[in-house]
């Protein structure tokens, strides 16, 4: 069976289970399950950085399927959003996150003048956050010398920005902050750091961070995923070949790292002992391994579609729930190392990019 097919065979076995899903679901906005149903942030915690990937999972189930009920939801949630947006003490980077799945999707999708808007908040708000001595992004309202190497992953908002109106000033700011993480967070080895902290008046780096993997200087998987696929992002919209090899970087040493298995550990440097697991970076991984191999040629591009697969066929029949009578699909999720009650658990966005990696697999994308 090529790597068509069998997508299109998991695709159907996702479409078939979250149909039944959505039906208990319709009103939640999901981040996590206990005892297999979903809990739901759409009272208490409506700015939490994952609030996207529900509207998200909905859109690329409309996109393969046409079911009325997905765009429902995603419109829904994409208007219970917007007090967010008038709430600074819930804007950070994360902008990406939330809106580039929900009110982007929406507007490509359709022409939306109000997801347009949406977006173009959004993004501007992103750009707000930009500090030129430095040139990055700050990550939190709580550090204004903070970054983080997720934000990779906020960064097409901005090109996006760009693109529908034509200034280049977002660009200009993703790809300074791009330049930025090239320089003080990707290591000579491909691994990556999580955070790194600047001096916000000269902009130079003071110090790097541990943060949600083992110790400093470890490799914290999550953090290797959204390197891995951020930069590929960055060449997509800006032809720079620098961000390609340098994803490529990345996506080598994660490749010379990931266990015979297919299962990503939390931290490739944690503790032989420690047999902790996180599907989130296998699935965000191979989403980014897809986009490389698009875009490079030969034997390195057979082996990012090889390595793709083998981490969706890992999750696929090893750490997937497929029955219907459970809200959740990727198990073994996990937070941070450091982060007891959230090791091994259900979490919204591990569902997002195994499904979108499905997709990009099925052409359903």
């Known amino acids: ?6 997508a299109q065979e998991v695709a159907k076995k996702i479409q078939e289970k979250e149909i039944e899903v959505i039906k208990r679901s319709v009103n939640k906005v999901p981040y996590i399950a206990k005892n297999g149903v979903f809990d739901d942030l759409s009272e208490t915690r409506l700015g939490w950085w994952t609030n996207g990937f529900w509207g998200g999972m909905m859109w690329q189930l409309y996109q393969a399927t046409k079911e009325p009920i997905y765009k429902e939801v995603a419109e829904n949630l994409e208007k219970k959003m917007d007090s967010v947006l008038m709430d600074s003490s819930v804007m950070d980077h994360d ?8 009110a982007v999707a929406n507007y490509r999708m359709s ?7 949406r977006g173009m908040i959004a993004a501007s708000n992103l750009a707000g956050r930009y500090n030129a001595k430095g040139e990055y992004i700050v990550a939190w309202n709580s550090r204004a010398d903070w970054a983080i190497i997720d934000c990779m992953m906020n960064l097409p908002l901005l090109y996006w920005a760009s693109e529908v109106t034509g200034d280049p ?14 320089k003080n967070f990707v290591r000579g080895d491909g691994s990556v750091n999580h955070i790194v902290e600047f001096d916000p008046d000269t902009g130079e780096m003071v110090r790097s961070y541990g943060g949600q993997g083992y110790e400093v200087g470890s490799s914290w998987t999550r953090g290797q995923a959204w390197g891995l696929y951020g930069f590929a992002l960055s060449y997509i919209h800006t032809g720079k070949k620098e961000y390609l090899d340098t994803s490529r970087k990345i996506a080598h040493y994660f490749i010379s790292n990931t266990p015979e298995s297919g299962l990503i550990p939390i931290d490739f440097r944690q503790p032989a002992d420690c047999q902790l697991e996180d599907s989130t970076a296998a699935a965000i991984a191979a989403c980014g391994l897809i986009e490389l191999a698009k875009h490079t040629e030969g034997r390195d591009s057979d082996l990012y579609k090889r390595e793709a697969l083998r981490l969706l066929q ?9 029955s219907p009578d459970v809200d959740p699909l990727l198990e073994k999720c996990t937070v941070a190392y450091h982060e007891p009650s959230g090791h091994e658990i259900t979490i919204i966005y591990g569902d997002y990019y195994f499904i979108e990696a499905v997709m990009k697999l099925s052409g359903q994308e």
Do not use: C, V, Y
């Open 1 to 6: 069976m090529d790597n068509k097919a069998w």
């Open 95 to 102: 902008s990406g996150f939330r809106w580039l799945p929900t």
């Open 111 to 117: 022409g939306s003048k109000e997801s347009r808007n």
């Open 169 to 182: 000033r977002f660009s200009q700011i993703a790809q300074a902050h791009a330049d930025t993480a090239m």
């Open 314 to 322: 890992a999750l696929d029949q090893k750490r997937s729930m497929w």
